[in-house]
């Protein structure tokens, strides 16, 4: 079994996190700013470096090709460069980069391919500047309308598609990923559980289906030190009782649900004046879809009055959960197993390009652990020694994979 170079994947993960670096260590990289401009120009150079053939599709996405032998669609790996303000400097982009280690490992070891493999870079993954996030790979799969993800504005009112039009890297149609072999995708957890349970590889069988409600409660404004409180029409006491009522029922259904007050907006938000609207989010994860839909009838189940206030619910979205392809999650677990890596099956409870590319391409995705579970925050690390890991397991992956390929191709 080969093994990737550490310190040239340490080198690789400082050079790209110079891209957009922040005072404390992070990482600003928002989708088609000059920073991931600068990033995308050093991965093509790296790319081209190797004898990679590098096309681009109409939607910035960036494939570099390194060819096999056969004519069979190749073996996709890769994530995205881009990050959310303030992140870190593995997110996505250690995808690439291992994606990357695996390609330069294959080429000095003189590894002939059966399979062409081809590393991706997707474009707006994070969504931090366009909404909505995993933009690119959702047209690639259809569930995203191209026309509608070009009028996104960011928050100088800079559409999609004027950053795209001048990027430079608006490439063909003709160049999207239509078909491949496999997809693969490393990833950090962005998540505890590896770091806690000391396991080294997470083989990673889906993503969580989740739903996002959004709940406003309308009351009556006044004055906070004139108003008797028998007769206050507050939205935002009603609100509290409904947090709560939410939290106790949710908390019934599953130990493995997920669920989460993310976003609370107060009007007119001053001290002095009992509120006349409360608006907040609750959003959910699970695996089985029938704990989502008994999650949707407990938010159902809030009043629509109570206490001369008025409750809307609107659904403001949701996803079914994605099972990846078993037979590349058994490949990812024999790959770790070879190497003496301890690995534990898990699902991703964080949206990812390969949620959307495995409903049209057999998928898998490979964790490696977060230290401290924490993510999208420039307190984000990964050690080398679990890079490198990651990427031992990603090549082997890849490299089975190519000659499982290869020998149906011959079969047939």
Known sequence: MYKCNEARLKESIVTFSGFGATEKGGVTRLSLSPEDLEARKYFVECCMELGMAIRVDDMANIYATLPGKSSLPPIVMGSHLDSVLKGGKFDGVLGVLTALEAVRTIIENGIELDVPLTIVNFTNEEGARFEPSMMSSGVLSGKFDKEKMLKSTDMDNVSFKEALKNSGYEGSEENRLEEASAYIELHIEQGPVLEAENIQIGVVEGVLGMVCYEI?????SNHAGTTPMKMRKDPLFLANHCITMLIE?????????????????????????????????????????EKISKVEEIIHSLPSMEGGCKIEKEKLWGRDTVVFDQEI?????????????????????AGHDAQFMASYIPSAMIFVPSINGKSHCEEEETTFED????????LETVLNLQTKAALKETLI
């Open 216 to 220: 406003r409660v309308f009351g009556e």
């Open 249 to 289: 029922e949710l908390g019934k259904i599953d130990d493995e649900l997920v669920f989460t007050i993310g976003r609370m907006n107060v009007t007119p938000n001053i001290h002095t004046v009992i509120p006349d609207k409360v608006v907040f989010t609750i959003e959910a994860r699970h695996r089985n879809p």
């Open 329 to 349: 999650c058994s490949q990812v677990e024999l790959a770790a197993n070879g190497y003496g890596y301890s690995s534990k099956r898990l699902y991703s409870g």
């Open 387 to 394: 890079c490198v890991k990651g990427a031992d397991v990603l």
